[in-house]
């Protein structure tokens, strides 16, 4: 397949909106606003920003550059370049990668839609205890989360069977924009919230006492998570771009939107939790434990618009999901049917019927999140990061030790999606 005939962004909004889409993720609400306020604030921000431009933007522009010059899926894209040498290699890992993690981030993406449909009909509403007994009694159950893993890999087929510009890019022009107004609106709600200073300080201030070789391992994993990096994304989106594509000013115009996003996530989630004392943890039981808690309490005298703002963060973690699993599922979708000489549509199906039964097998294995005493119903912690012997300490105290317990620790990539 040539340059000539292959399928292409439409325009310069789509591929930068789709490109970015991609990048955006579940990591950029879930581990950078933590990471920004336990390590240094403003400071880690300056050091992450140091990351991406040094090293993050520079491999982007790689791999748009293999991508484009390559004009076909990752795999073959890298080969072509490497002249029969190992390096080839590299473009089938990334095919691997995205595969496998299209099949487990599809789990914890189903999650979030049974969080929308929770939202609506009100079972989020209850104190801490009820909140952390309904998520794990949702995430090891035996069939309701596999049953929303499949439902959005299924959104997910049916924008990718549409191809590239009337699926990927039509989907990006419409979710993007609406992931952004659902952010801001979060945002402005969260920062009028009593006490929602100190959470924007928290997340803020510098404090460059705590710099040290572990943050700045931090930032840099931090800031490759974040755009995708060495995943097959970025690489196949850039075989979609046009000669006339500036593929500097696309990774920095992606970057500068990843990293936006990440931000505004800091500015919803530790204005909300200050204002009502909690001290956030990072991961799952950031996401579907603390913050239900915190959008009870902080709006407990506006239950309805308390159920709203729940309708929309959740809605707005579903589009940042679904984006970055268009993108990872395009990775092995042109994979197949380019290699196999099948129509794309079969090698959607393919990949979905594939990652499902990935997804399947994941789902229980990831509420083992659920069975960590850290997360247990017998606990009296709404963060989920406080171990069974510290339940004594108060439900909404933002002086209490955020640290995972040793259960939790080995599960910490968790927290990588």
Known sequence: MTQQNRASFGSKLGLILATAGGAVGLGNVW??????????????????????????????????????????????AYTKLSGGSPWKWVGYMGVLTGFIITGYYAVVSGWCLQYIYASVVGELQGDPDFVTRYFNEFSSDAVRPVFWTVAILFITHFVIIHGVRGGIERASKLLMPTLFVLLLVIVVAACLLPGAGKGIAFLFKPDFGKMNSGVFLGA??????????????????????????????SALQVAVVDTLVAVLAGLMIFPAAFSVGVNPDSGPSLIFITLPNVFNVAFASMPLVGRAISLLFYALLSLAALTSLMSLHEVSTSFFYEELKISRKRGAIIVTVATSLIGAVCSPVSSWVGMCPATSSKTSSPT???????????????????ARCAYCSSFSISSDF
């Open 31 to 76: 581990r950078f606003p933590y990471m920004v306020g336990q390590n240094g604030g403003a400071a880690f921000i300056i050091i992450y920003l140091a990351c991406i431009l040094l090293l993050g933007i520079p491999c982007m522009v790689s791999e748009f550059i293999i991508g484009r010059h390559g004009a076909s899926n990752a795999a073959r």
């Open 220 to 249: 840099l994993g931090q800031s490759f998570y974040s755009l995708s990096i060495a995943m097959g994304c970025i690489c196949t989106y850039a075989s979609y771009f046009s000669r006339q594509t500036n593929l500097l000013k």
């Open 384 to 402: 989920g990061a406080r171990c069974a012997e510290r339940s004594s300490a108060p439900i909404f105290s933002s002086s209490a030790s955020s």
